[in-house]
């Protein structure tokens, strides 16, 4: 459904220097600085499903998804997405996708979202009938009830993001690009947008690429992720091998039920370098993911626990481990990149 | 191929409706705002007009009584409003901020956006002045127009021809926040330029004569001076009626395929660069 080659996005930057002396000197002495804001990435996402895509600010995820939506012309390869060329700009094409972003509104700011709805119904074509369903389908899935009639600004920011998902899910596009979409939100309605998200990849079989920086986003809604840095593509493949190589210990936190001999806890985990002690009762230890079973059934043999917890590191933690063992290939491409 | 034809024309001719409907209901939720500024653009006619009358006193000045001033720049005040274009401080904002990509992913050209947007705000405007010039020419002889009713169906249509070439021009200069940051403050030269050569600060008669030519030639005269000096009667001569309204076609012309170039590279500058 996507196809991505050799994709490359290279922006010149005029270097501005504070200053009124520099601001002079720029006047007649320009000084440009390339950078490489997607430096090459390729790969494939397959009709229906639904791909994370990670990574910290700048790595380049927005850049690529302006380049999948047609929005930004790529400096080099190939972009196919549902058959088409994505910068051609296809009314067709745009019929068939929807970009939403968490930062940018798209409806209306002054009217209720309804009447955007109204507006996309005209534009995108869709049928009486067609529109009815789709909006009883979505006031339901979104539990949008009595937030069509409130004029936008008087939405709050989970509203009004339910209302912007709606709004462009009207047309049924069956390649979606989210940015952030849950940026901001409260946990609840973290929740139910991500619940959203899923429901409407089962019953439309569409298409989602996904950016976000709340792991639990991406954990809950993608087997698969693409982690991005630099404009390079890091890893590409399932959630579970990312965290089996990127980190291969696991949390065990364990509550005492009386003070514990914390010399024979270091001999049973491999070392007190393994220890982190939490509190006079709790203390958490790494283990190696193949010790886990073995050495918690050791601790709940040799000491009086009133709790064992196994945790998942936290994915920041993993993405983070993954961007720290990455080559630094493109940093001095970035320096000779002035000219 | 007919069929085809109609079908797509039914379905432009809905998607324009939708979106004039919107831009009505942002209109009247704005309606004591657009009232205020519809209030403010009273002050500049009314300022000329005072101007003129007391230069005039009871003689004439370059073929303008104190009668024919009152008139013309009433007619200034209405055409002006109803041909103005504020689309650009808009298009600027929506380019540089990059909620024009919203626009942009929508399959339909988001410059009828702004046009509905337009056309809605004037339609508000023709409904309240039209009444109000109704009851005052009832009251004061001096306000009624002394023309035929097929002087009206020209200033209409010459005036509507003025909306959309001022719309396009506009919009021309506010693309060029594709390439600068700099379109408003341009606009504002332009519009300083548009306020003395289309005849809204005097008539253009008053002028020395190359600027009225090169006002006559240049969309500029077309733009108010000419369906103004229909309705105030000082424009009869068939010939040169003729002349304008031709003019009015070229320009119009001229600037769409000028809108169309800049627009191709606009988008090309804006996909290149990123909003």
């Known amino acids: 459904m996507i196809k991505v080659e050799d994709l490359r996005k290279y922006y010149k930057v005029h270097v501005r220097e504070a200053g009124f002396l520099s601001s002079l000197k720029s006047l007649f002495l320009r000084e440009f600085r390339t950078v490489k804001a997607v430096d090459g990435i390729s790969f494939e996402i397959p009709e229906g499903q639904i791909v994370g895509f990670l990574g910290p600010n700048g790595a380049g995820k927005t850049t690529t998804m302006k380049m999948l939506t047609g929005l930004l012309h790529p400096t080099s390869g190939k972009i196919h997405v549902a058959g088409y060329i994505p910068f051609q700009q296809k009314n067709a094409f745009k019929k068939r996708i929807s970009l939403v972003m968490g930062q940018k509104s798209q409806l209306v700011w002054d009217l209720p979202a309804s009447e955007t709805f109204l507006i996309h119904k005209e534009i995108y074509e869709i049928p009486d009938r067609e529109y009815k369903q789709q909006l009883d389908d979505l006031v339901d899935l979104l539990d949008l009830h009595g937030l069509l009639e409130k004029p936008v600004r008087q939405l709050s920011l989970g509203e009004r993001m339910k209302c912007e998902l709606a709004a462009a899910l009207l047309h049924r596009p069956d390649i979606v690009f989210l940015d952030e979409p849950t940026i901001g939100l409260d946990v609840n309605m973290q929740e139910s947008v991500r619940r959203f998200i899923g429901e409407y990849n089962r019953y439309r079989k569409a298409t989602i690429l996904l950016t976000s920086h709340y792991m639990a986003d991406v954990s809950a809604l993608c087997e698969r992720v693409m982690v991005i840095n630099r404009g390079l593509l890091l890893y590409d493949g399932s959630i579970r091998e990312l965290i089996a190589r990127y980190a291969p210990y696991k949390r065990i936190q364990l509550t005492f039920s009386h003070e514990p001999d914390l010399r024979m806890l270091a001999q049973i985990v491999g070392g007190t370098d393994r220890i982190k002690q939490a509190g006079p009762l709790t203390v958490e230890v790494e283990v190696e993911r193949e010790r886990v079973s073995e050495i918690s059934s050791n601790l709940l043999s040799h000491f009086p626990l009133s709790d064992l917890t196994i945790e998942e590191p936290p994915m920041e933690a993993v993405i983070s481990r993954a961007f720290a063992s990455a080559p630094d290939q493109n940093e001095n491409a970035n320096k000779e990149g002035f000219d | ?275």
């Open chain 2, 1 to 275: 191929m007919v069929r085809t034809l109609i079908q797509r024309t039914y379905r432009f001719y809905r998607k324009y409706m939708a979106l004039l409907k919107m831009g009505w209901a942002i209109v009247i939720a704005y309606r004591s705002e657009a009232f205020i500024w519809m209030i403010g653009s009273f002050f500049q006619p009314l300022v000329s007009l005072f101007v003129w009358m007391s230069i005039a006193g009871d003689g004439t000045v370059g073929g303008y009584s104190t009668a024919d001033f009152v008139l013309y720049f009433v007619g200034v005040l209405v055409v002006g409003r109803m041909t103005g274009a504020w689309d650009i401080w808009h298009l600027d904002n929506d380019i540089r901020q990059g909620t024009f990509s919203n626009k942009l992913l929508r399959p339909f050209h988001p410059v009828h956006w702004n046009m509905a947007d337009n056309l809605a705000s004037k339609l508000f405007w023709l409904l309240l002045i039209v009444p109000v010039w109704t009851v005052l020419a009832l009251i004061f002889p001096g306000l009624r127009p002394p023309i035929s009713p097929l002087f009206y169906l020209y200033t209409f249509i010459s005036m509507m021809l003025a909306l959309l070439i001022r719309f396009i021009i506009g919009y021309q200069i506010g693309m060029l926040a594709f390439w600068t940051n700099r379109a408003a403050s341009i606009y504002v030269v332009y519009e300083g330029i548009h306020l003395f050569m289309s005849g809204r600060i005097a008539p253009l008669s008053m002028f020395p004569s190359w600027v009225i030519s090169l006002a006559e030639w240049l969309p500029f005269y077309i733009t108010v001076g000419f369906p103004v000096e229909m309705l105030s009667g000082q424009l009869t001569d068939p010939v040169l009626i003729g002349k304008y309204f031709g003019l009015q076609c070229i320009w119009l012309t001229v600037l769409i395929l000028l809108f169309r170039l800049e627009w191709k590279w606009g988008i090309r500058k804006y996909s290149a660069v990123g909003g």
